[in-house]
């Protein structure tokens, strides 16, 4: 299965400054997700971003606040932007496994974020 | 509604089987998976299960799929200490050619010693 490397795996920032996420992928992959998972809750897709294209945003995030880039097929960066304690959270990236559906989709380990 | 639901904790002895129960919302989900997240760790995919088997065994792991109650379940025998985690099911669901993952809200499982 694909192995990602995801950084920094934790930080503490300051309320309005910003922080680049970035999700580096051990084989070329055509979706990347991010995901926000808040405190003691589940999982949220935030965008999927595909290389060449525009991320598409689920509702409820918008790129001015999670502006993504995806510049090749194995590295994809999200930034949370002008930062408040409500983006405390883990983020998480993820790619579907080569194969399609079946093979799954695996997780970068995550960057846990807590803004002061 | 949009909820993927599990119950948000269960206790077992070890040795003994641990259950997970989830309740999916789509009925033309494909795919459905579990996940495992242990403490400050990302999620590490268990097992999946195509929408038309009823059952899949992986070693210690079963899982269980109501199609038409749209309910799924994994059954963990044997339960060891290492198993102690946070389990989420997820559905894959399909909207407008792009497939994308809807997880539950997650099964926190406690072995008792």
């Known amino acids: 299965s694909a192995v990602i490397s995801q950084k920094p795996s934790r930080d503490i920032c300051q309320r309005g400054t910003s922080l680049t996420i970035q999700c580096q992928v051990d084989?070329?992959?055509?979706?990347m997700f991010w995901y926000r998972q808040q405190p003691g809750q589940s999982l949220t897709l935030i965008a999927t971003a595909n290389q060449g294209s525009e991320a598409t945003y689920e509702s409820g995030f918008v790129i001015d606040k999670f502006p993504i880039s995806r510049p090749n097929l194995t590295f994809s960066t999200l930034t949370v932007s002008n930062m408040s304690p409500e983006d405390s959270s883990i983020y998480l990236c993820?790619?579907?496994?080569?194969?399609?559906?079946?093979?799954?989709?695996?997780f970068g380990s995550g960057t846990r974020l807590t803004v002061v | 509604g949009e909820d993927v639901e599990q119950s948000l904790f269960l206790s077992v002895r070890e040795g003994d089987s641990s259950v997970i129960n989830c309740t999916y919302t789509d009925s033309s989900s494909t795919y459905l998976y579990w996940y495992k997240q242990e403490p400050g760790a990302g999620l590490q995919l268990l097992t999946y299960?195509?929408?038309?088997?009823d059952m899949k065994q992986d070693q210690r792991l079963t899982v269980l799929l109501n199609k038409k109650d749209k309910h799924l379940s994994l059954r963990i025998a044997d339960t060891q200490t290492g198993d102690s985690a946070i389990y989420f099911c997820a559905e894959a669901r399909r909207n407008f050619g792009n497939e994308k993952l809807t997880f539950g809200t997650g099964t926190r499982l406690t072995i008792i010693p």
């Open positions: 299960i195509f929408s038309n088997m």
């Open positions: 993820s790619v579907e496994e080569s194969g399609g559906t079946g093979y799954g989709y695996t």
């Open positions: 084989s070329q992959v055509t979706m």
